[in-house]
């Protein structure tokens, strides 16, 4: 089981929910988790999300494993310059 | 492929060496080729009829007469471009920011295009394309646009992130909240507030090399395009999925790019010279012109920011507070939103809220530039903070001190930090000779903290050891200032063989897989890891053949400083095998040596930088001069230190540019009316004093040579770091960038008569 | 219109070509003889990249009419080094770093020629001035300075 922490326009999609407790081994179990319980939540993944596992961000590596009461935090995927 | 990217603990031979890069001859000597560098047999040249207007619709548009004048080969229009978007809301602005469809949308939205067989029929066929507009209202600025009755851009826009959904269109795309704890509770805590509403003009990335390409679609359907790029393999995608053809088809080569700092990490015109040469069935060159780049390319945006910061007596930040307001040109962006999440990153805080909003004006699309958003949004925190320390009367170094992020600290954006560089940069800074040089009447000093997250993002690289022992790198990201150098010497480190003997290339897009761009300063960082990956593959190989030469089980051989070393005293004769021996019998032993890698370098480490500067004012014109600057920034590992401080010093000096002289001015009429270099300042030499840098090296734990990101982060503290200064020397806070002379003398007058009354 | 033929030097060779009377000198650089080591920014004479030196004169390239250099004598980046020989600027551009993109640094090794010339000495605020008609956007000129700065003092000998 690992903490999950939305950013705000997450939240929003989540009814309002900032922090979940999901069942995931690694980032593509939890999108995909996320997508089942929140279909609203797929175009937030097709656009891209970036998870904060306990403070290191991944953005592409969906194999990433989520240790046993990591902190996860989600956030848009971003441009640089 | 199995590959740790976890830092190790070594020692390094090659990696914080200083050699000259190995393309630096040709860029000496005039050989290096930039985009208009290039040509092809039969080549057109391409040019663009851009809007004279802010807001129009496109009633019709008559490329008649245009079509017929001899030399002219073809003539394009939206309808050449048709949607093949398929939904994808992204992809349709690139499009019709490409080409206007159905309405023009700032001054210099292209809406048509010819190919001629020279410049100058080119320019007289622009002349007779006959555009019918409806001129409509229009708005330019941030704070006008994002009041209720502006007129509208795009009236199917309603604000995305509101509790309730609204029932009327705006120019407000998403509204998006940070932070933790509560703000409300904080503030009660707070013995001293400061709150400031600040404002930052539109500037652009102004690189040297205006955007330029070369097309050439065959009749066959395969087509080529040489481009000044960030990113050819986004270029790629991009231009593949808007002409409606497969990737693979579209060869696309990255020529030497002179300047990009995020500008060139979108299409403009690629697709429009893709279409011409379609068109004409011929090869076109499309070249933009200085006030075309101005007008239609890559600006930042203008920002309107709110902060609200509390403090204790002691210098505890009990809360802070920020709304943010940043431009977007016509399109939704997510540029608050990176304001928003970037403003308060430094700082180790328990109440924190940051709200951005997207807001549309009739200004081009804005770009990434240089750690996009952060700048702005430090220039009015640090400002702030440091009024906020003056206030509660410590030294605006020791309050940061007391308050900066640390490993453990949770990150106003969200996340909780690792190991971070912001306290060592306030450190340094604190015991630089610097801060403690004297200062003279009219001069000020400010200080002010930087950050940005840094990317990594899917990399590939190809090693290949030549029959002679030499090693030829090809990358996939765009070397925008000596890269080639840096991975070189990455590869010689890992071989354990000397810098010259590796030669680094940017490879075309269909010579390697996939790569992401050169942007949010993954170059160095994600090509680093794969070449660290690639060499290690190659070793596996060079190994096995060393005990093929030997007839030994490859388990007894290791790598050690370039050479091959059966180890075991029963091996006692046999004398290492180098590199280049190895590689001599490499037909015989199996073919060609090379090492592969593909890989998502994930993990880039986040990078903090602390600037000190000096400025004097004149009190009677408003002018000012830097006197001094500092960079003090961590690079987690300094692979090329020479071009890491060229990193520091040229994001110093964008950042003082931006500070003090460069913006966009719009007309009434919504045009923009400094589209050129000569009323668009950038710094010149003599505006600027050398600007010294000091490299910290915080080691990045998911890099195997604690390598961060160096970009971005030096254009991050200067806007506030100047603003300090300014000031500090004047005694009037300044909460307008650039603090151009005529904004310095308003608020001393402000000032001077507020004493008055 | 009817093509203008022009008789010129450039970089010590002989050279004839025949331009439009609107062309500048820029444009036949490049386009016409292929020495592209000249850059067009700006094309209004504001960002120096187009440097070139017309009978011991810098100038922008992109404000001279091809036209114009008949019968003078026209230095450009392509014939800086003399064959393999860096020019001691070009050497020191190098050690130093003093380019990231290189888009400049054709137009700042002409114009630090051009002034080293004019004074073999010049101090670090003469060099600023110097070079004040040419922009880069990388290197916040601290480099570029320095190497111009270890330049003289080679070539002072």
Redesign the interface.
């Known amino acids: 089981m690992v903490a999950v922490?939305l950013?705000?326009?997450l939240a929003?999609v989540a009814g309002g929910k900032d922090k979940l407790d999901i069942e995931a081994k690694d980032i593509r179990e939890l999108f995909r988790k996320l997508a089942e319980q929140y279909p609203a939540f797929e175009p937030f993944i097709d656009?891209g999300i970036a998870v904060?596992i306990?403070?290191?961000?991944?953005?592409?590596?969906w194999s990433?494993e989520l240790p046993e009461g990591a902190?996860i935090?989600l956030?848009?995927r971003?441009?640089?310059? | 492929m199995n590959f740790d990217p976890r830092l190790t603990n070594r020692s390094f031979t090659s990696v914080g060496t200083r050699p000259v890069r190995p393309d630096g001859i040709d860029k000496v000597t005039g050989r290096a080729r930039y985009g208009a560098d290039f040509n092809m047999a039969g080549q057109l040249v391409g040019r663009v009829l851009r809007s004279p207007h802010a807001h129009a619709v496109i009633r019709g548009i008559n490329t008649s007469k245009a079509e017929a004048l001899p030399g002219v080969k073809a003539v394009i229009t939206a309808a050449d471009l048709p949607d093949l978007t398929n939904g994808d809301s992204a992809m349709y602005d690139i499009l019709d920011n490409c080409m206007a469809r159905k309405k023009a949308l700032y001054d210099g939205h292209a809406v048509a295009a010819v190919a001629a067989i020279d410049a100058r029929t080119a320019r007289q066929a622009l002349k007779l394309i006959e555009v019918d507009y409806e001129v409509l209202p229009h708005v330019t600025d941030v704070d006008e646009a994002f009041q209720h009755g502006a007129p509208l851009i795009n009236d199917a826009v309603f604000t995305e992130g509101l509790e309730e959904k609204p029932v009327k269109p705006s120019n407000v795309t998403k509204r998006t909240q940070y932070g933790h704890g509560d703000v409300h509770k904080g503030f009660a805590e707070a013995d001293t507030i400061v709150e400031r509403s600040f404002k930052t003009e539109q500037t652009h990335q102004g690189y040297i090399e205006p955007h330029a390409c070369v097309a050439s679609v065959s009749a066959d359907g395969m087509a080529e395009l040489w481009v000044c790029t960030q990113g050819p393999f986004v270029y790629r995608q991009h231009c593949a999925q808007l002409l409606g053809m497969e990737a693979s088809k579209l060869r696309v080569t990255s020529s030497e790019i002179g300047g990009g700092f995020g500008g060139k990490t979108h299409v403009w015109a690629e697709p429009v010279a893709l279409a011409l040469s379609r068109k004409a069935g011929r090869p076109v060159k499309l070249v933009m012109t200085r006030d075309e780049v101005f007008r239609a390319s890559g600006p930042t945006s203008a920002t309107s920011i709110d902060v609200k910061i509390g403090a204790r007596k002691d210098g505890t930040i009990t809360a802070a507070e920020a709304t943010l307001r940043y431009s977007c040109g016509p399109y939704p962006g997510m540029w608050a939103e990176i304001g928003a999440m970037t403003s308060f990153a430094c700082y180790r805080l328990e109440n924190v809220k940051t709200v951005g909003f997207e807001v549309l004006v009739n200004r081009p699309k804005t770009a990434a530039y240089r750690a996009p958003s952060a700048p702005m949004a430090a220039f009015a925190v640090e400002s702030a903070i440091d009024e906020l320390a003056k206030k509660v009367g410590i030294d605006p170094v020791e309050f940061r001190i007391k308050n900066a992020a640390q490993e453990g600290t949770r990150a106003s954006y969200g996340p909780v930090y690792g190991p971070i560089g912001i306290g060592p940069t306030l450190e340094a800074v604190k015991n630089h000779p610097h801060m403690k040089a004297p200062l003279a009447k009219n001069q000020g000093r400010g200080m002010a903290c930087g950050f940005w997250f840094n990317f990594g993002g899917q990399t590939c690289v190809d090693l290949n050891i030549g029959m002679d022992g030499s090693v030829s790198l090809a990358v996939g990201t765009v070397d925008v200032g000596g890269s080639r150098a840096s991975l070189s010497l990455v590869a010689a480190e890992e071989l354990g063989i000397d810098y010259s003997q590796v030669k680094a290339i940017v490879a075309d897009t269909s010579s390697l897989g996939y790569n992401d761009m050169t942007d949010g300063s993954r170059g160095t960082f994600s090509s680093s890891m794969a070449t660290i990956s690639a060499a290690r593959n190659a070793i596996k190989i060079l190994r096995e053949r060393a005990a093929q030469m030997w007839d030994i089980p490859v388990d007894d051989v290791t790598w050690e400083k370039g050479h091959a070393i059966a180890k075991g005293e029963k091996y006692g004769n046999l004398s290492p095998l180098s590199l280049k021996e190895i590689a001599a019998q490499s037909g015989t032993t199996g073919g060609p040596i090379a090492g592969h890698s593909e890989l998502v370098a994930d993990g880039a480490g986040v990078s903090f930088a602390t600037h000190i500067c000096d400025i004097e004012v004149d009190p009677e014109t408003g002018s000012t001069r830097v006197l001094r600057y500092t960079v003090v920034q961590d690079a987690g590992k300094a692979v090329h230190p020479t071009y890491v401080e060229g990193q520091y010093q040229g994001g110093a000096a964008q950042g003082i540019g931006w500070a003090l002289n460069e913006e966009y001015i719009y007309g009434k009429d919504g045009r923009l009316q400094n589209a050129g270099f000569l009323d668009y300042r950038i710094p010149v030499c003599s505006d600027l004093p050398m600007i010294d840098t000091q490299i910290l090296e915080i080691p990045n734990p998911n890099h195997p040579y604690g390598v961060r990101g160096v970009g971005e982060t030096s254009i991050v503290p200067p806007l506030a770091a100047i603003a300090n200064a300014v000031s500090n020397a004047v005694g009037v806070r300044m909460t307008h960038i650039p603090m151009s002379p005529p904004r310095i003398l308003a608020a001393l007058e402000a000032s001077a008569s507020a004493h008055d009354a | 219109m009817a093509g203008v033929a022009v008789s010129t030097t450039i970089n010590g060779d002989h050279v004839e070509y025949l331009c439009q009377p609107d062309e500048t000198l820029l444009d036949v650089l490049r386009d016409r003889l292929g020495l592209t080591g000249a850059k067009e920014g700006c094309g209004t004479g504001d960002c120096g990249a187009c440097s070139v030196i017309v009978d011991d004169r810098l100038v922008c390239s992109c404000l001279v009419l091809g036209a114009e250099a008949e019968g003078r004598r026209i230095e450009t980046i392509e014939g800086m080094a003399h064959g393999e020989k860096l020019h001691p600027l070009q050497q020191k551009f190098l050690e130093h770093a003093a380019l990231q993109c290189g888009i400049c640094t054709p137009g700042f090794l002409i114009a630090a020629k051009d002034l080293l010339t004019k004074n073999p000495d010049p101090t670090e605020e003469e060099i600023r001035f110097g070079l004040a008609g040419n922009l880069c956007r990388c290197t916040g000129y601290d480099k570029i300075v320095r190497a111009v700065q270890d330049a003289a003092s080679v070539m002072r000998g």
Do not use: C, N, V
């Open positions: 922490t950013w705000g326009s929003a656009r904060a306990d403070g290191t961000i991944y953005r592409d590596t990433k902190e935090f956030l848009p971003l441009a640089g310059g």
